[in-house]
Nanobody, 122 residues
């Protein structure tokens, strides 16, 4: 069993910054991609940023130049540094990981965190 636990959400004023963390724990053999998604009220969940085990990154156009994704493979943790936040960045942010477990190291399983709420408002 693998779990993802997000932290770092909260209320911030427009133009402010937040740093989200997502730590994976459990019977982990290896982790491939780790991604951040968000879901705004009344909207579908969307990919915000992703990072491979080798460090390659990709970003949604709406956050390029403002958000930075990084990971610490030794800690099985992914981060999302969010700068110059806008009201439209408001939503629940979810961590997603493609994980191989000790019990089954030959296939990847997709795991989701419980989400952390980010509210950008004055």
């Amino acid at each position: 069993q693998v779990q993802l636990v997000e932290s770092g959400g909260g209320l911030v004023q427009p133009g402010g910054s937040l740093r989200l963390s997502c730590a994976a724990s459990g019977s982990i053999f290896s982790i491939n991609a780790m991604d951040w998604y968000r879901q705004a009220p009344g909207k579908q969940r969307e990919l915000v940023a992703g990072i491979t085990s080798g460090g390659s990154t990709n970003y949604a156009d709406s956050v390029k130049g403002r958000f930075i994704i990084s990971r610490d493979n030794a800690k099985n943790t992914v981060y999302l540094q969010m700068n110059s936040l806008k009201p439209e960045d408001t939503g629940v942010y979810y961590c997603n990981a493609k994980v191989r477990t000790v019990a089954n190291p030959f296939r990847y399983t997709e795991v989701w965190g419980q989400g952390t709420l980010v509210t950008v408002s004055s």
